[in-house]
């Protein structure tokens, strides 16, 4: 049995006064122990500190209070000492606030057996009821609100777990009190939520919610998602009545396509996202259909981009050897050679590795959206953030595609190949016949003459050629199966079979390839782009070259074989 220290009860009540976060206590005990300079008991503050340290984590406490001993204190309550526990159980009993003898006695419910158990969890239950009263006191009056709320809740979840008969008297408090939080005029819906979860989540107490949920939604009218929230628990528990639910999620679409009207700019066509999500999930296709045609309504200009653009230099050094390497060719072949030779960007495994310290050296990164302006229309349903290194990808890629450009002008101004010359360069009898390497060829003196069709041209004669190339080493194509058509792989496809085969020839390069051509979540996607007509201006004149470069590599790596020794 653990006899209480006075002086340290004294200072665990001062520093439970008014409290609204449980690490509140934990800070003002240690504080006052450290005042009173050895005039507390030391095991017991830290007995204390530690249990108010441990917060429920999806149902399990987890304890973070590290103490300033050799070892941090336990993060599990099954690694708590006997000692520890028979302290709290000694605070328990005599604790003034009845929110810091709630959470003593939760905690030794969880660590007991047998009849202890269910006397600490009745205790806890009672404990919890009464604070609700006290936190609604607490001079921080919206988190003493919350907490009063959150402690019904767990007094409710406990109650239930061992079919306590308080469980009735509960809910009805927990019914009270969200109506006279509603009467308050508070826009904030925390405690009206907090309180309403616990009983739309379980069936038996709907009854109970269904006002709650009924008033909430449109009180809280002013938030569109808040709102909605609300609708969604109305749903829940009107789930028996199938005309009112299709009531109910009409009124959903129609709170995010209201909101849509009001916003502009991203925002609106996301709102507009959610109604049509919302509408094509539930089965309302005459609303989908309706606010889909509302969102293919939205030009650029609704959508208010703004382009973000800052200039950045190449070192001379670094322009003046790549263009040296092509003075240096012997002939065209040789300065076609010396570009396909060109060493690809680092891969993606090694772009995604930071500094010394694991950090990657970028800014803050934020979950992203991805826009297809043709829609408009979002890529995907909810932000993402892009995977570590993807910028740094997309930096190499472009800075290469620099370089290439600059090796295609030197090679043009040394050599100024005709149309003949650089056909009979090109020609591969298997992988690009010379008809086919006459429209290369033309490609490239299109990209010459800076005419913006060379993109065109090139782009799906690389396709041919990787396929081509591939067909001699692993299948390409579809079987047919069921009512799906057989086919030949398309260009993404191909690019990620070519990356799977290291001991391929050009298979450095796919990785790089691919986010250029054919990789909508990272790259310019440059394929689909131009192959749908999705582009809205033409892609930058460095990104023809690396188009151009991919067809280089690929025919010297179908003259190479598998052997990978013409990679450079």
């Known amino acids: 049995m653990t006899m209480i220290d006075s002086a340290t009860l004294a200072a665990f009540d001062a520093a439970s006064q008014g409290f609204v976060f449980h690490f509140d206590i934990s800070d003002k005990l240690g504080a006052a122990s450290k005042d009173a300079a050895g005039g507390l008991d030391e095991e017991h503050v830290e007995a204390l500190r530690t249990g108010f340290l441990f917060f429920l984590r999806d149902g399990t406490f987890v304890g973070q209070y590290v103490g300033g001993g050799p070892q941090p204190w336990p993060r599990e309550l099954s690694q708590i000492s006997s000692r520890t526990i028979d302290i709290w159980a000694a605070y328990a009993e005599v604790a003034e606030h009845p929110g810091a003898r709630g959470h003593l006695h939760d905690l030794l419910h969880v660590v007991s057996s047998g009849r202890p158990k269910i006397e600490h969890l009745r205790a806890a239950v009672d404990s919890y009821v009464e604070s609700a009263d006290w936190f609604e006191a607490a001079p921080q009056v919206s988190g003493g609100r919350l907490l009063a709320a959150r402690s019904l809740v767990r007094a409710f979840e406990l109650a239930l777990s061992v079919n306590l008969p308080a469980a009735a008297d509960i809910a009805a408090t927990m019914d009270a009190r969200a109506m006279a939080e509603m009467d308050r005029g508070d826009e904030g819906p925390g405690v009206v939520g907090t309180l309403l979860n616990s009983l739309v989540k379980r069936s038996k107490w709907h009854g109970h919610a269904l006002p709650i949920a009924e008033r909430a ?164 349903n909810t932000g993402r953030q892009d995977s570590p290194g993807h910028d740094q990808r997309v930096i190499h890629l472009e800075l290469t595609g620099v370089l290439i450009r600059y090796q295609l002008d030197v090679l043009w101004e040394r050599f100024e190949p005709s149309i003949r010359e650089m056909t009979t360069a090109l020609t591969s009898p298997v992988v690009l016949p010379a008809e086919r390497a ?131």
């Open 217 to 380: 939604a449109e009180h809280y009218r002013r938030d569109p998602h808040v709102r909605v929230s609300f609708l969604r628990d109305l749903a829940a528990v009107t789930k028996g009545d199938s005309g009112g639910v299709e009531r109910i999620n009409r009124a959903i679409a129609s709170t995010y396509t209201d909101a849509a009207e009001r916003l502009t700019g991203i925002a609106k066509l996301m709102m507009f996202t959610d109604a049509a999500v919302h509408a094509r999930d539930k089965g309302l296709s005459d609303l989908h259909a309706d606010i889909r045609m509302k969102q293919q309504a939205l030009t650029r200009e609704d959508l208010e981009f703004q382009k973000v653009r800052f200039d950045t230099g190449m070192p001379e050094e670094l322009l003046d050897a790549a263009g040296a390497h092509i003075g240096e060719a012997k002939d065209l072949e040789d300065a076609l050679r010396r570009i396909a030779d060109y060493p690809p960007p680092p891969p993606a495994a090694l772009a995604t590795e930071g500094d010394e310290q694991g950090l990657q050296p970028s800014f803050f990164r934020l979950d992203t959206v991805r826009i297809n302006t043709a829609g408009p229309v979002l890529v995907h």
């Open 438 to 568: 006459r429209l290369l060829a033309r490609a490239f003196r299109l990209y010459w003459e800076y005419d913006e069709i060379a993109l065109f041209v090139a782009v799906p004669l690389v396709e041919g050629i990787l396929r081509r190339y591939l067909k001699r080493h692993i299948p390409v194509i579809n079987l047919a199966k069921g009512e799906a058509a057989g086919g030949v792989g398309l260009l993404g496809g191909l690019l990620r079979s070519l990356d799977d085969k290291p001991d391929l020839a050009g298979s450095s390069w796919a990785g790089s390839f691919l986010l250029l051509l054919a990789e909508p979540d990272a790259g310019p996607n440059v394929r689909n782009t131009i192959a749908h007509d999705l582009w809205e201006s033409f892609p930058p004149r460095h990104q023809t070259a690396m188009v151009l470069l991919a067809a280089l590599v690929f025919l010297r790596a179908a003259s190479a074989g598998s052997t990978g020794e013409a990679e450079g």
